[in-house]
């Protein structure tokens, strides 16, 4: 079983968020919800039921993540969502693109690496077709390089890359709807996160780009005017309620005697708090499996 797939058989409570979001599918009342908590408050648990439910219901979809590791720009946010609901809806960013970024450049690539690299040393193959053997290697390396020639600003390349994209994606969006997801916003560079709010979600907001969605899931809550919260639904996470921990020892197929009563002290240890239920659980089964062992021993 996949990571996804436990996350969505062990999903328990958020029932009013859940039956609100498809409220909100179904009337477009709001184009905009945040979605807050703690971390471990199961804010991802609950965006990935959401983007099930899209492929249940069949609705076009695309999300973009920020992690330790990867953070996207303006730039990468629009191509993500381009290359999600298919590069041929967006040819006109596509072109501006292309024009505006030089693939014809040459780059100079100095990778410096400390302690000695063997690489195959020692090697005996018999029988066998090698490929390419390396010592250091770069992958999923995407440079751009704004052309210098053009005399076009960034931030004057920046509204026009962004007019372009919202106007293909307001064309893809009249003929079919459209959700959008982003996790872990509270990690957006400051200048990306005024661009989402001051432009993507402008355009949203104001009904500029129709039939769409978008959904941003954080630790805290965006700092937005009148216009956008009027605009947004604003949901806040918190603990889960003994019942929810009774049903999600069910779902982790726990066998006890009381379950009731284990349910009460997982609560009392947890708070309701989403990831320390599921780590008291997983202690729980790792005590049972050790003591197993011994008895087997």
């Known amino acids: 079983m996949t990571p996804l797939d436990r996350r969505l058989t062990e999903f328990v409570d958020r029932t009013a968020q859940m039956k609100r979001f498809c409220q909100i599918l179904e009337n477009r009342a709001k184009p905009i919800i945040f979605v807050s908590g703690d971390g471990g408050s199961g804010k991802s648990s609950l965006l990935a039921r959401m983007i099930h439910e899209c492929s249940l219901q069949k609705i076009a979809k695309t999300r973009i993540e920020w992690t330790e590791t990867r953070n996207p720009d303006y730039l990468a946010i629009m191509r993500g969502v381009r290359d999600d609901l298919g590069a041929g809806h967006f040819s006109s960013f596509t072109s501006l693109v292309n024009a505006y970024y030089d693939d014809r450049v040459k780059l100079d690539l100095s990778v410096n690496s400390t302690g000695n690299i063997k690489v195959a040393a020692g090697a005996n193959f018999e029988g066998s077709t090698v490929g390419q053997i390396s010592g250091v290697v770069v992958r999923d390396c995407m440079i751009v390089v704004p052309r210098r020639d053009l005399g076009v600003s960034e931030n004057e390349r920046m509204l026009r890359l962004t007019s372009t994209f919202l106007s293909d994606l307001a064309v893809l969006t009249s003929a079919t709807p459209v959700v959008t997801f982003f996790d872990a916003v509270e990690k ?22 129709p039939n769409i969605i978008c959904v941003h899931c954080g630790r805290t809550k965006p700092d937005v005017d009148r216009d956008t919260r009027l605009a ?7 603990p889960l309620g003994l019942a929810d921990i009774e049903e999600y020892l069910q779902k982790r197929n726990v066998v006890c005697s009381a379950p009731r009563e284990m349910a009460t002290l997982i609560l009392a240890y947890s708070k309701g708090h989403p990831i320390d239920v599921a780590s008291a659980v997983d202690m729980f089964e790792q005590t049972q499996e050790n003591l197993a062992q011994k008895s087997d021993g």
Do not use: C, P
Not at 188 to 209: C, L, P, Q, S
Not at 232 to 238: A, C, F, P, R, Y
């Open 232 to 238: 947004m639904e604003d949901t806040e996470l918190g």
């Open 188 to 209: 957006m560079e400051d200048e990306t996160r005024k661009w989402m709010w001051g432009e993507f979600m402008a355009a949203v907001r104001d009904n500029r780009i």
